[in-house]
């Protein structure tokens, strides 16, 4: 058994694992000033960008669920491996040979059973693909021709071949050292009468990727008449594989996505294989099931889909009333995305694959250029079932799509929209048409409640915090005069604890200029997980000032706390003051007039150094 991974090595693996390199790959990252960059969390649900990454200190956090962590944390996370996994993860991706207190090297397909599955599932890859130049794959490469693919955008996509045979890659990958039960537990193969038999025989093959690249699950296609089974079978759910959440080219297209601001949805492997070649690199397709929320969650994340930032999702279905119910269902969870949302329907009922062949390149690229947005498409195709040459059925017409406009969250959009809908009606009465919309608007029940306003930041609250940031990410700025605070400086529960976590570390008079060292030390010092999440989210929050003025800031914020340490100070002496006899105990009386004298001169200068932020 292995021993624990030497401390050197997680050292290396850090340092040659970019925080925003890594974190990259599976969300957008876009800059957020002063160093930090910025992205929609991948850990939870939300609608604006939380999930703040600070490269300098290698650390992340988000302030929406108050995730955070290192690079080493992150794939932990979102991998869900223990510590050493994600550790020979990272050093697998940067290239470094790790070695073990206990025994030396050992190959990280040694270690947890994520990475034994995804080992495996690149050797099927790699097996699939060598056989789909045997002669037994005739059928396959002609089904490739067929839809105008060579042999080079077969490989460029990985596309394999599984023999007919009932246990040729389960033969072939225990062979590599693999057991029945990892296969089984993959998806890879199944149990059958007689032992372990392949899942996939006699198909075409593609291998699914996630976001990094990881073959995670394969979809298969039909060949051969004998074959009894559906035209597409998929991996089904694994510890790898969720294809709620599964997106086909993702792997491919994400940057693409991310640079473009678009993503197109298509409905096969072909297809995205088709629009990558034909010049629209940000096509993806779900694997065996309809687009739903975890999907969106997926692209949202490259999208970086906000107010401010408007970008494109595009749905392509086919002309048919399959196609046209398949756009109506993905309108149901357009407000989902920030973004605009379009629909791409070739009126011959072509998709994109076959009208590759059949029209060239280009006509992907008008499909995709000649989109309709979402809202119109749905609310078109609700009113074409309706005789609209009746005042009946224009009624019926308007009731149907009524729905559907008083649906739509923008009120200005809402707006437009209804006086499309009259003039599609040929009411020519658009009051009419928006006080039908409005009724059905305020029957609709559900509607999400205004957030409340947060309460405002107290001053002095807003004072430590800042103070505490510069402590964790520039100690050099306030050096020993931070440490000679007085404790009772710190109010808020969080400060006061975080400032406790600076002291045992040793204070910021010797913790030099800072950085990942730093960092680390006071994660170290932390009692527990909760002081260790506060270290991160200051090590992570922005600083309220330019780096240019940092060092002034710096001094203004400990001027501003020392301050309100003279407030309490002056407001004890008055108090002490105004208990007083200024004729019988006149001595005691100057001496605390005389102090509250220089105490206020104190508190003048102090603030007119905090003014100088």
Same mark, same amino acid.
């Given at each position: 058994?292995?021993?624990?991974?030497?401390?050197?090595?997680?050292?290396?693996?850090?340092?040659?694992?970019?925080?925003?390199?890594?974190?990259?790959?599976?969300?957008?990252?876009?800059?957020?000033?002063?160093?930090?960059?910025?992205?929609?969390?991948?850990?939870?649900?939300?609608?604006?960008?939380?999930?703040?990454?600070?490269?300098? &200190? +290698?650390?992340?956090?988000?302030?929406?669920?108050?995730?955070? $962590? =290192? @690079? *080493?944390? #992150?794939?932990? !996370?979102?991998?869900?491996?223990?510590?050493?996994?994600?550790?020979?993860?990272?050093?697998?991706?940067?290239?470094?040979?790790?070695?073990?207190?206990?025994?030396?090297?050992?190959?990280?397909?040694?270690?947890?059973?994520?990475?034994?599955?995804?080992?495996?599932?690149?050797?099927?890859?790699?097996?699939?693909?060598?056989?789909?130049?045997?002669?037994?794959?005739?059928?396959?490469?002609?089904?490739?021709?067929?839809?105008?693919?060579?042999?080079?955008?077969?490989?460029?996509?990985?596309?394999?071949?599984?023999?007919?045979?009932?246990?040729?890659?389960?033969?072939?990958?225990?062979?590599?050292?693999?057991?029945?039960?990892?296969?089984?537990?993959?998806?890879?193969?199944?149990?059958?009468?007689?032992?372990?038999?392949?899942?996939? &025989? +006699?198909?075409?093959?593609?291998?699914?990727?996630?976001?990094? $690249? =990881? @073959? *995670?699950? #394969?979809?298969? !296609?039909?060949?051969?008449?004998?074959?009894?089974?559906?035209?597409?079978?998929?991996?089904?759910?694994?510890?790898?594989?969720?294809?709620?959440?599964?997106?086909?080219?993702?792997?491919?297209?994400?940057?693409?996505?991310?640079?473009?601001?678009?993503?197109?949805?298509?409905?096969?492997?072909?297809?995205?294989?088709?629009?990558?070649?034909?010049?629209?690199?940000?096509?993806?397709?779900?694997?065996?099931?309809?687009?739903?929320?975890?999907?969106?969650?997926?692209?949202?994340?490259?999208?970086?889909?906000?107010?401010?930032?408007?970008?494109?999702?595009?749905?392509?279905?086919?002309?048919?009333?399959?196609?046209?119910?398949?756009?109506?269902?993905?309108?149901?969870?357009?407000?989902?995305?920030?973004?605009?949302?379009?629909?791409?329907?070739?009126?011959?009922?072509?998709?994109?694959?076959?009208?590759?062949?059949?029209?060239?390149?280009?006509?992907? !690229?008008?499909?995709?250029?000649?989109?309709?947005?979402?809202?119109?498409?749905?609310?078109?195709?609700?009113?074409?079932?309706?005789?609209?040459?009746?005042?009946?059925?224009?009624?019926?017409?308007?009731?149907?799509?009524?729905?559907?406009?008083?649906?739509?969250?923008?009120?200005?959009?809402?707006?437009?929209?209804?006086?499309?809908?009259?003039?599609?009606?040929?009411?020519?009465?658009?009051?009419?048409?928006?006080?039908?919309?409005?009724?059905?608007?305020?029957?609709?029940?559900?509607?999400?409640?205004?957030?409340?306003?947060?309460?405002?930041?107290?001053?002095?609250?807003?004072?430590?915090?800042?103070?505490?940031?510069?402590?964790?990410?520039?100690?050099?700025?306030?050096?020993?005069?931070?440490?000679?605070?007085?404790?009772?400086?710190?109010?808020?529960?969080?400060?006061?604890?975080?400032?406790?976590?600076?002291?045992?570390?040793?204070?910021?008079?010797?913790?030099?200029?800072?950085?990942?060292?730093?960092?680390?030390?006071?994660?170290?010092?932390?009692?527990?997980?909760?002081?260790?999440?506060?270290?991160?989210?200051?090590?992570?929050?922005?600083?309220?000032?330019?780096?240019?003025?940092?060092?002034?800031?710096?001094?203004?914020?400990?001027?501003?706390?020392?301050?309100?340490?003279?407030?309490?100070?002056?407001?004890?002496?008055?108090?002490?003051?105004?208990?007083?006899?200024?004729?019988?105990?006149?001595?005691?009386?100057?001496?605390?007039?005389?102090?509250?004298?220089?105490?206020?001169?104190?508190?003048?200068?102090?603030?007119?150094?905090?003014?100088?932020?």
């Amino acid at each position: 058994m292995a021993g624990r991974i030497r401390d050197v090595d997680i050292a290396l693996v850090r340092e040659r694992s970019p925080i925003a390199d890594v974190i990259g790959e599976h969300i957008q990252l876009r800059n957020a000033g002063g160093g930090n960059l910025k992205g929609l969390c991948p850990f939870h649900d939300e609608k604006t960008p939380s999930f703040n990454v600070t490269p300098e &200190r +290698g650390m992340y956090f988000c302030f929406g669920c108050s995730e955070g $962590g =290192d @690079v *080493i944390t #992150f794939v932990e !996370r979102i991998e869900h491996l223990t510590f050493g996994e994600a550790v020979e993860r990272l050093a697998q991706r940067a290239g470094i040979q790790l070695q073990y207190e206990q025994g030396g090297y050992v190959p990280r397909r040694d270690h947890g059973e994520r990475a034994r599955l995804i080992e495996a599932h690149r050797a099927a890859a790699e097996f699939y693909a060598a056989k789909l130049m045997s002669p037994d794959a005739a059928p396959g490469r002609r089904f490739l021709s067929e839809r105008g693919f060579e042999r080079a955008d077969a490989e460029a996509f990985g596309v394999g071949y599984a023999p007919a045979e009932w246990e040729a890659l389960g033969r072939h990958l225990m062979g590599r050292g693999f057991t029945a039960e990892e296969l089984i537990k993959g998806g890879l193969v199944k149990e059958g009468r007689r032992g372990p038999i392949d899942r996939f &025989r +006699g198909r075409l093959i593609w291998p699914i990727r996630d976001a990094t $690249g =990881d @073959v *995670i699950g #394969f979809g298969a !296609r039909k060949l051969l008449d004998s074959d009894d089974g559906p035209k597409y079978l998929n991996t089904p759910d694994s510890p790898l594989y969720k294809k709620s959440q599964v997106l086909y080219g993702i792997d491919l297209a994400k940057r693409e996505i991310s640079k473009r601001s678009q993503a197109v949805i298509v409905e096969g492997y072909t297809d995205v294989m088709a629009c990558h070649l034909a010049g629209v690199p940000t096509a993806v397709a779900t694997c065996g099931t309809s687009f739903g929320e975890e999907h969106i969650k997926v692209l949202r994340r490259f999208l970086l889909d906000q107010a401010e930032f408007r970008g494109e999702v595009i749905f392509t279905f086919d002309g048919d009333a399959a196609g046209q119910k398949a756009a109506l269902r993905a309108f149901a969870d357009e407000q989902k995305f920030v973004t605009q949302t379009y629909v791409a329907v070739q009126p011959d009922g072509l998709d994109p694959c076959d009208l590759r062949v059949k029209q060239g390149d280009a006509a992907v !690229r008008d499909l995709i250029a000649g989109r309709e947005p979402l809202f119109q498409f749905a609310i078109r195709s609700t009113i074409a079932r309706y005789d609209l040459r009746s005042n009946e059925g224009k009624i019926a017409a308007l009731d149907a799509a009524a729905p559907i406009v008083a649906g739509i969250k923008d009120p200005g959009l809402r707006k437009r929209y209804a006086i499309d809908l009259d003039r599609w009606l040929g009411f020519m009465d658009e009051r009419f048409v928006m006080q039908r919309i409005g009724e059905v608007g305020n029957a609709q029940a559900g509607r999400p409640q205004r957030a409340p306003r947060p309460a405002p930041v107290d001053p002095h609250t807003r004072v430590e915090a800042e103070l505490l940031k510069l402590a964790v990410q520039r100690p050099a700025l306030l050096g020993p005069r931070f440490d000679a605070l007085d404790p009772q400086a710190f109010t808020a529960a969080d400060h006061v604890t975080l400032r406790q976590v600076v002291a045992a570390a040793g204070g910021t008079a010797t913790a030099g200029h800072g950085g990942r060292e730093w960092v680390d030390r006071l994660l170290e010092q932390a009692p527990d997980e909760a002081a260790r999440v506060l270290v991160t989210r200051f090590a992570v929050e922005a600083i309220q000032a330019d780096a240019h003025v940092e060092e002034r800031y710096g001094a203004a914020m400990l001027a501003a706390i020392e301050a309100i340490a003279v407030d309490r100070a002056i407001a004890q002496v008055k108090s002490r003051i105004q208990r007083l006899n200024p004729v019988d105990e006149q001595q005691e009386y100057n001496k605390l007039f005389g102090e509250l004298v220089a105490l206020e001169q104190q508190r003048r200068v102090l603030r007119e150094r905090a003014a100088g932020s």
